[in-house]
C-alpha cells in the first residue's frame, strides 16, 4: 500500500507551451500616439504595495504606448466580463500587424466597441477606465525595460487612484471584501471566477469537450 501511494503521488517532469498557472486577468487601458484608446487583456500581473508589475509582449501596441506615454488604466474583470476579453484576445492595436503575431491575430483600432465594454473617463491619467471592471487602477508606469528574454517588456507601474465598485467595498471602509469580489482568472488558457471553469480562450491546447 505505502509503495503504491508513493508511486501515485510521484512527480513527472512536463515541457509545457505556456505558464501561465492561475493568474488574475487585467485589461490596460493606453493611449496611442493619435490619442485615440488602446485597450488590451494581459495575465502577467502582481502587486507589491502600491507597485504593479507587468509582463508584455514587447511586439504589442501597449508596450510601444507605455514606452512613450506611461499613463495607463489597470482594469480588473470579474468572471462575468470572461467573453468581453476573449473577444480582445485575437486583436491587435498594431498595424500592419507584427510578424510574430501574423496569422493569429488581426488589427482593430476601436476595441472599446469591439469587445462590447464602455469607456469612462479617468481622474488622473489620461486613458479610459473600462465602466464594467469592478476594480479599475490609475497608474503611471515609472519603468520600462526589457524582459530576460527580450521576447518581453516589464513594466513597473505606480497606482495613482483605485476605483471600486460600491457592491465589493466593505461597508464604511476602504477595504475589498473578499467575500464579494472574485478575479478573473487565467489557468493554462482557461478562464475560471473563484469557482468551476466558465469557458477557454481561442489559443488553448486543451479544449473540454461538451
Not at 511586439?59 to 499613463?71: F, I, K, M, S, V
Not at 464579494?180 to 469557458?199: A, D, K, M, Q, V
Request: proline fraction near 10%.
Amino acid at each position: 500500500m505505502e509503495a503504491a501511494a508513493a508511486e501515485q503521488a510521484a512527480h513527472v517532469a512536463i515541457e509545457p507551451s505556456i505558464l501561465y498557472f492561475g493568474t488574475p486577468v487585467v485589461l490596460l487601458s493606453t493611449e496611442n500616439e493619435d490619442g485615440t484608446p488602446n485597450l488590451a487583456p494581459m495575465s502577467s500581473a502582481w502587486a507589491l504595495g502600491r507597485t504593479v508589475v507587468l509582463g508584455l509582449g514587447a511586439e504589442g501596441q501597449t508596450a510601444r504606448n507605455l514606452t512613450a506615454r506611461p499613463e495607463l488604466v489597470i482594469n480588473v474583470p470579474g468572471p462575468e466580463q470572461w467573453r468581453a476579453v476573449e473577444r480582445l484576445a485575437p486583436l491587435t492595436g498594431r498595424d500592419p500587424v507584427p510578424a510574430a503575431k501574423a496569422g493569429v491575430f488581426r488589427f482593430e483600432r476601436d476595441k472599446f466597441a469591439a469587445a462590447g465594454l464602455r469607456p469612462e473617463p479617468s481622474e488622473t491619467v489620461g486613458p479610459s477606465r473600462v465602466a464594467e471592471c469592478p476594480l479599475q487602477l490609475e497608474a503611471r508606469a515609472e519603468r520600462v525595460g526589457p524582459g530576460a528574454s527580450g521576447d518581453f517588456v516589464i513594466v513597473e507601474a505606480a497606482v495613482l487612484r483605485v476605483h471600486a465598485d460600491p457592491r465589493i467595498v466593505v461597508p464604511g471602509t476602504h477595504h475589498v471584501d473578499p467575500a464579494e469580489w472574485s478575479p478573473l482568472i487565467y489557468n493554462f488558457r482557461h478562464y475560471f471566477g473563484l469557482g468551476p471553469e466558465l469557458g477557454h480562450t481561442f489559443r488553448t491546447e486543451t479544449p473540454r469537450i461538451s
